[in-house]
């Protein structure tokens, strides 16, 4: 049954590469990123 799954694997692999799917959830940040925790917080409430 390897096998099959490994047949299979592959195929979705070649797929991919001829004819990518675009998943927006991929590439969209969600919430603020480590920059805006350096910069800190803007309600004044420290972390510490």
Partial sequence: MTFW???A???AAI???VA???RPERYYMRGPGPACAR???SLGV???
């Fill in 15 to 17: 797929r991919e590469f």
């Fill in 46 to 48: 420290s972390a510490n």
């Fill in 5 to 7: 799954n490994q047949i």
């Fill in 20 to 22: 990518p799917t675009y």
């Fill in 39 to 41: 910069r800190g917080n």
């Fill in 9 to 11: 694997g592959y195929a």
